[in-house]
């Protein structure tokens, strides 16, 4: 009888544990709110928001780009996103280099102005009056305006025709020493960006 008791109530806390599992379940969804997937991007969305310059038969153009991520910290890689509708994939499929110029938020409606325009139409750096300085070791041409600017040599296409993605190294890279601050912009989608401000510092031993 002992026994039986016992494994009576077993099952009794069994389902009284699952019971306050799914009570709890049900509170913490009633806390969150479900997003459509095709949002999801916003949530992730890296930064910060660059130019990127690209230079073919004498004539350069600039794209403004969000989708990058690092790969390695030495020699520093760097994978990006381009649509293959972007006027600028076919330029850096077939040059294989280019210049990630990093803007401040000073320059935020020229980059945005670049991305709602295509260079097959117009010439942006005459446009939204930047200023186009030579690189040191690729064509295409640094953007003056920018606080830094890294030349950039494609080293991989393995997944350019799948997923549109280059990975890129950088074998130059400048910095204006004059910018003691500098605040970049974050796309968060829709038009909506974040300006980085405040910066704290935690011990770690993160590189």
Same mark, same amino acid.
């Given at each position: 009888?002992?026994?039986?008791?016992?494994?009576?109530?077993?099952? =009794?806390?069994? =389902?009284?544990?699952?019971?306050?599992?799914?009570?709890?379940?049900?509170?913490?969804?009633?806390?969150?709110?479900?997003?459509?997937?095709?949002?999801?991007?916003?949530?992730?969305?890296?930064?910060?928001?660059?130019?990127?310059?690209?230079?073919?038969?004498?004539?350069?153009?600039?794209?403004?780009?969000?989708?990058?991520?690092?790969?390695?910290? &030495?020699?520093?890689?760097?994978?990006?996103?381009?649509?293959?509708?972007?006027?600028?994939?076919?330029?850096?499929?077939?040059?294989? &280099?280019?210049?990630?110029?990093?803007?401040?938020?000073?320059?935020?409606?020229?980059?945005?102005?670049?991305?709602?325009?295509?260079?097959?139409?117009?010439?942006?750096?005459?446009?939204?009056?930047?200023?186009?300085?030579?690189?040191?070791?690729?064509?295409?041409?640094?953007?003056?305006?920018?606080?830094?600017?890294?030349?950039?040599?494609?080293?991989?296409?393995?997944?350019?025709?799948?997923?549109?993605?280059?990975?890129?190294?950088?074998?130059?890279?400048?910095?204006?020493?004059?910018?003691?601050?500098?605040?970049?912009?974050?796309?968060?989608?829709?038009?909506?960006?974040?300006?980085?401000?405040?910066?704290?510092?935690?011990?770690?031993?993160?590189?």
């Amino acid at each position: 009888m002992k026994s039986t008791r016992r494994w009576a109530r077993g099952p =009794r806390n069994a =389902r009284s544990g699952l019971d306050e599992l799914q009570r709890r379940l049900s509170t913490f969804l009633l806390a969150r709110r479900s997003i459509p997937l095709s949002e999801v991007y916003r949530l992730l969305e890296p930064g910060p928001v660059v130019l990127l310059t690209t230079a073919r038969k004498g004539h350069a153009n600039v794209m403004t780009m969000s989708w990058h991520t690092m790969m390695e910290f &030495e020699p520093p890689l760097v994978g990006c996103v381009l649509s293959n509708r972007n006027f600028t994939f076919n330029i850096l499929k077939a040059t294989k &280099e280019c210049v990630i110029n990093i803007p401040t938020v000073e320059l935020a409606a020229k980059v945005v102005g670049c991305g709602n325009t295509s260079g097959r139409d117009v010439d942006k750096f005459k446009i939204f009056r930047l200023t186009p300085a030579p690189a040191s070791r690729v064509q295409a041409p640094l953007i003056n305006e920018c606080y830094a600017n890294l030349e950039c040599r494609v080293i991989d296409t393995k997944m350019v025709t799948k997923y549109n993605f280059f990975v890129m190294e950088v074998i130059e890279a400048w910095i204006d020493p004059s910018r003691k601050s500098p605040r970049t912009i974050h796309h968060m989608g829709k038009g909506a960006f974040m300006v980085a401000g405040k910066t704290i510092k935690l011990p770690s031993k993160m590189k």
